[in-house]
């Protein structure tokens, strides 16, 4: 058997196997229906084509000896622990790209798969971040590249920058958005309150609105 077709059934037995999971314990994930905005489109092409950032070594060894402690009851293998709080802090620090928290996409994550990277969704919203399945085939990436740390924070980021830039850094309604469940506050709620869990210092001072409209400061 040629060892790419051995990796492709892996990973659909992973998936399958994953999907099936979700739906027995009926856990919430994103249903990311807003993920179809076709605004997103260029703007998701943009970030999966961009290889790498330029970072500041000091201020990133700062945040990761921070997080990676946090992380590590989450991802036990400090590889691929440490593959995605290198590609948090460098999608989020991106020269001329709007600022993301890091530890907001953390937050994201957490709530989302429970780090965990085969997760598949009942909507079929895949990965770390569960983007929406249909994203490989727009962007000419194939579908299991999902399950990729790099691709699937490029393209969860890109898609909550979005967000966050058209609801004006209205960080709740930005998670609805992302969410596909504007109007319903449990989710925001649930992200909001494990972000708690993963401010660090490049968090500070970004504005959380409570449902109500007033803006408060973390």
């Known amino acids: 058997m040629r060892p790419w077709r051995s990796c492709a059934?892996?990973?659909?037995?992973?998936?399958?196997?994953?999907?099936?999971?979700?739906?027995?314990?009926?856990?919430?994930r994103a249903e990311a229906a807003g993920q179809r905005d076709a605004a997103l489109r260029p703007i998701v092409q943009h970030a999966i084509t961009q290889a790498q950032c330029f970072l500041n070594r000091y201020d990133a060894a700062v945040w990761y000896t921070l997080m990676e402690p946090r992380l590590e009851r989450f991802v036990h293998d400090p590889a691929e622990r440490l593959s995605i709080l290198k590609?948090?802090?460098?999608?989020?620090?991106?020269?001329?790209?709007?600022?993301?928290?890091p530890g907001l996409v953390l937050a994201v994550m957490q709530v989302e798969s429970d780090f965990n990277r085969w997760a598949v969704s009942g909507s079929g919203a895949v990965g770390l971040m569960q983007v929406m399945p249909y994203w490989p085939e727009r962007l000419g990436m194939k579908g299991y590249e999902l399950v990729r740390v790099t691709d699937n924070i490029r393209m969860g980021c890109a898609i909550l920058r979005y967000y966050l830039e058209i609801?004006?850094?209205?960080?709740?309604?930005?998670?609805?958005?992302?969410?596909g469940s504007v109007g319903r506050h449990v989710y925001p709620d649930r992200v909001l309150t494990a972000w708690e869990n993963w401010n660090g210092a490049d968090d500070l001072g970004f504005p959380v609105r409570a449902p109500g409209g007033g803006a408060a400061r973390r």
Not at 87 to 101: F, I, L, N, S
Not at 167 to 179: G, I, P, S
């Open 87 to 101: 590609q948090v802090y460098c999608v989020t620090h991106q020269p001329g790209t709007a600022k993301v928290p």
């Open 167 to 179: 609801t004006h850094d209205d960080v709740r309604l930005a998670l609805e958005e992302y969410n």
């Open 9 to 28: 059934r892996a990973w659909a037995a992973r998936t399958s196997a994953a999907l099936l999971v979700t739906l027995a314990l009926g856990a919430p």
